[in-house]
């Protein structure tokens, strides 16, 4: 199984330019996520999602947009890049339910550098 | 969320135990304890998780103190393969939550 599989692994963009990535799980996870780390951080949530059709704010949403228009997918856009937008963004997945499961499944990272 | 504070880095010896420590003094009653490591800028992976008894699996202990207020991951018998950036974290398993992440503990684990 592919499991979280994160498009493009890595993007060099101009200031200003937009761009959009995209987060593709194969597991029917009702709950996605997208999150960034810095150099030397712990990753910090920028959206997330809970179902098809519905997002909501993470701790730092400002710059990003998202979409959940198919249940498998997840899309991070930046409409005008800036550097401080430089880092690795990591999507993530997990199941859905009462009772919303333990084990949260990521990709590999997308290493976004904004110039 | 409670809050949860972890000592930066911390060495192992190789086949040594690793027990690394985790403080969340202000946990409430109905909040879980996860751990998931980070290995190399990979994304993290998930190791175990508990609300007030004491878990293993495959991977690591887990124990927490009777009180709650902190708790301690238990990486048997530690290879070099185990260095990572762990990641303590508190969190009420709900619908529409997520997992906050803080910075971790950067276990380095030497032959």
């Known amino acids: 199984n592919a499991g979280v599989t994160q498009t493009p692994k890595f993007r060099v963009l101009k200031t200003g330019q937009s761009m959009t990535l995209l987060c593709a799980q194969d597991?029917?996870?009702?709950?996605m996520y997208w999150y960034r780390q810095d150099p030397g951080m712990g990753l910090r949530l920028i959206h997330y999602?809970?179902?098809?059709?519905?997002?909501a704010k993470g701790e730092v949403p400002d710059g990003y947009n998202v979409s959940r228009l198919k249940k498998q997918n997840f899309l991070l856009g930046l409409e005008s890049a800036a550097p401080s937008q430089t880092s690795v963004y990591f999507c993530?997945?997990?199941?859905?339910?009462?009772?919303?499961?333990?084990?949260?499944?990521f990709g590999e990272g997308s290493w976004l550098t904004v110039v | 969320d409670a809050k949860t504070t972890q000592p930066p880095s911390m060495d192992c010896a190789e086949g040594r135990a690793a027990n690394l420590p985790c403080n969340h003094s202000?946990?409430?009653?109905?909040?879980?304890v996860y751990w998931y490591r980070q290995i190399h800028s990979q994304g993290p992976q998930y190791i175990i998780h508990?609300?007030?008894n004491n878990e293993t699996n495959e991977m690591a202990s887990l124990i927490i103190t009777e009180d709650r207020k902190s708790s301690t991951l238990i990486l048997p018998h530690a290879t070099l393969r185990d260095t990572a950036v762990y990641y303590c974290?508190?969190?009420?398993?709900?619908?529409?939550?997520?997992?906050?992440f803080g910075k971790g503990t950067t276990l380095s684990v030497s032959s």
């Open positions: 993530a997945s997990k199941r859905g339910g009462p009772f919303s499961g333990n084990t949260i499944y």
């Open positions: 508990g609300l007030k």
């Open positions: 999602s809970v179902g098809e059709g519905t997002t």
């Open positions: 597991m029917n996870h009702e709950y």
């Open positions: 202000t946990i409430s009653g109905n909040e879980y």
């Open positions: 974290i508190v969190r009420v398993v709900q619908a529409g939550t997520a997992l906050i």
